[in-house]
């Protein structure tokens, strides 16, 4: 698909569903994907595609060699949190506990929450729902993916009335 619209060299963001029909294209962008997609690919790839992009505008003459220094890892698994992790949607956060925790825990590279206290848990209508996330890693695929559900439901949501854990 990419080589379809022309594009030589740089970074670019296909999405490719397949159809009994075969391949469809749904979107090329030429762009860093969004959705924590550039740390999954310097996490398993070793680049880190801010920085090749960063230097390849600034014309440096092999910006690939200069960005592949990052450890590779063997399966990784992205872990959103939504409204679905959460018991209580009607009532403002009043604390989240147990991101420290859950960073801490071994295979998780990061945990990420972008809501405060005083915010409500927003509707899974669009990506603004997922309102954390966590990207852990292991030998296998099955294991990442433990290990980051454990990770989420470290997380503890309070609320004005209960505390309830967000997975």
């Known amino acids: ?5 022309g594009l030589r060299d740089g970074i670019a963001y296909p999405q490719v569903l397949w159809t ?7 979107e090329i962008a030429v762009r ?3 959705g924590h997609m550039a740390d999954v690919a310097m996490h398993t790839s070793g680049i880190d595609m801010v920085e090749f992009t960063i230097r390849q505008a600034l014309g440096e003459p092999d910006p690939l060699a200069a960005c592949q220094r990052h450890v590779q890892q063997k ?17 403002p956060i009043t604390s989240i506990d147990g991101l420290a925790a859950a960073a801490d825990m ?8 972008h809501l405060q206290p005083g915010d409500r848990i927003p509707a899974l209508a669009h990506s603004g729902g997922r309102f954390g996330a966590v990207l ?4 296998t695929s ?12 470290e997380m503890q949501c309070e609320f004005d009335a ?5 997975a």
């Open 136 to 139: 852990a890693f292991a030998e």
């Open 32 to 34: 860093i994907p969004g």
């Open 75 to 91: 399966a990784l698994s992205v872990r959103f949190v939504t409204s679905l992790d959460v018991p209580d949607t009607e009532h």
């Open 20 to 26: 009994s029909e075969g391949p469809k294209v749904l």
């Open 1 to 5: 698909a990419i080589r379809a619209v």
């Open 106 to 113: 071994p295979g998780v590279a990061w945990v990420r929450c």
């Open 142 to 153: 099955a294991q990442a993916g433990e290990r980051s559900w454990a990770a989420v439901q």
């Open 162 to 166: 209960a505390t309830a854990a967000c």
